[in-house]
C-alpha cells in the first residue's frame, strides 16, 4: 500500500490521511503466513503471491474511497468510542487512520479468502469429476469383462454341447457294436458245427 508509493492523492480537508505507517506492518504478517502455509508447494505460493498482489490495488481504492467519505469517518469514530480503552476518547484522525487500515485488511482477507474458497470447490469439482471419470472407466472396463466371460461361456457350452453329441455318437456307435457282436456271438452258440 503506502509503503509501495501508491499513497492516496486527493484528499479532502476534512479526511485524514492513512499515513504508510498504517498500512505496510501487513506486509511482514502476510510473508510470514505465505511462506509458513505453502513453504513446500512453489506454484501454490506464486499463486498466492498473485492474489495477495491483485488484492492490494482494490484494498487501495476502497480505502482511498472510505477515507474520503464522511460517513465511513464517522464510522470510524462511533467504532471507536464502543471499543474499552485506556483512553476516553480517540482522536478522530487516529480512528479514521485505523479504520482505513482494517478496511484495507479486510479487503485482502476477503478477496483472499473468497479465492481461496473459490478454488477449494473448484479443486473438489475436479475431483469429483475425476471419481465420477474413474467409476465411469471401471464400469466399461467390467462390462467389456462381463461380455467376455459371456463369450468363453458360451464357448465353453457349445464345446460342451458337441462333446456331449460326440459322446452321445460315440456310444451309439458302441452300442451298435456291442448288439452286433452280442448277434454274432448267440448265432456262433445256435451253430454249434460251423466252426
Given at each position: 500500500f503506502g509503503s509501495r508509493g501508491s499513497g492516496v492523492a486527493e484528499r479532502s480537508p476534512q479526511a485524514p490521511a492513512c499515513n504508510e505507517h498504517c498500512l505496510s506492518e501487513r506486509s511482514a504478517d502476510e510473508g510470514l503466513l505465505s511462506a509458513m502455509v505453502l513453504a513446500a508447494v512453489p506454484v501454490a505460493k506464486l499463486f498466492w503471491l498473485g492474489v495477495r498482489q491483485a488484492a492490494r490495488p482494490i484494498s487501495n481504492m476502497a480505502v482511498k474511497f472510505a477515507a474520503d467519505h464522511p460517513m465511513f469517518q464517522e464510522a470510524c469514530v462511533t467504532a471507536s468510542r464502543l471499543v474499552p480503552s485506556q483512553r476516553v476518547n480517540i482522536p478522530r484522525e487516529q480512528a479514521?487512520?485505523?479504520?482505513?487500515?482494517?478496511?484495507?485488511?479486510?479487503?485482502?482477507?476477503?478477496?483472499?479468502?473468497?479465492?481461496?474458497?473459490?478454488?477449494?470447490?473448484?479443486?473438489?469439482?475436479?475431483?469429483?469429476?475425476?471419481?465420477?471419470?474413474?467409476?465411469?472407466?471401471?464400469?466399461?472396463?467390467?462390462?467389456?469383462?462381463?461380455?467376455?466371460?459371456?463369450?468363453?461361456?458360451?464357448?465353453?457350452?457349445?464345446?460342451?454341447?458337441?462333446?456331449?453329441?460326440?459322446?452321445?455318437?460315440?456310444?451309439?456307435?458302441?452300442?451298435?457294436?456291442?448288439?452286433?457282436m452280442r448277434e454274432e456271438q448267440s448265432r456262433s452258440r445256435r451253430a454249434p458245427g460251423a466252426s
Open positions: 479514521v487512520q485505523i479504520g482505513c487500515q482494517l478496511l484495507g485488511e479486510s479487503v485482502v482477507f476477503g478477496l483472499s479468502g473468497g479465492v481461496l474458497a473459490w478454488e477449494y470447490s473448484r479443486s473438489k469439482e475436479v475431483e469429483k469429476n475425476r471419481i465420477i471419470e474413474a467409476t465411469g472407466m471401471l464400469r466399461q472396463e467390467l462390462a467389456m469383462q462381463m461380455e467376455e466371460m459371456r463369450m468363453r461361456v458360451d464357448q465353453a457350452e457349445k464345446a460342451a454341447d458337441r462333446a456331449r453329441a460326440a459322446s452321445e455318437a460315440s456310444a451309439e456307435a458302441i452300442r451298435q457294436q456291442l448288439a452286433i
